[in-house]
């Protein structure tokens, strides 16, 4: 079992910044990355990024967006920049292992608004 716990969510104004933390304990896991859910909407990819440092972004939050990883400790951290009323969703992060199955954190709350 890998249990996945999220944080940094919470309340900025368009254009601000924030940074969330994601940390995966109970195993060691190739691929992390974080999802995103607006109300009303399907769970939509954000980034990811593998061991090596390999990240990927969705087109809306490409130029805005970094993504990195701590191997040693097995977390993650997205520090997202110049936020828009369109990013507000709850932020799922997840922890893939090698036999491909996904554990999910509880999702931490990012609204845009001023």
């Known amino acids: 079992q890998v249990q996945v716990v999220e944080s940094g969510g919470g309340l900025v104004q368009p254009g601000g910044s924030l940074r969330l933390s994601c940390s995966a304990s109970?195993?060691?896991?190739?691929?992390m990355g974080w999802y995103r859910q607006a109300p009303g909407k399907q769970r939509e990819l954000v980034a990811t990024?593998?061991?090596?440092?390999?990240?990927k972004y969705a087109d809306s939050v490409k130029g805005r967006s970094t993504i990195s990883r701590d191997n040693a400790k097995n977390t993650i951290d997205l520090q997202m920049n110049n936020l828009k009323p369109e990013d507000t969703a709850v932020y799922y992060c997840?922890?893939?292992?090698?036999?491909?199955?996904?554990?999910w954190g509880q999702g931490t709350q990012v609204t845009v608004s001023s």
């Open positions: 109970g195993s060691i896991v190739p691929i």
């Open positions: 990024t593998t061991r090596d440092g390999s990240p």
């Open positions: 997840y922890a893939q292992t090698w036999l491909g199955t996904n554990y």
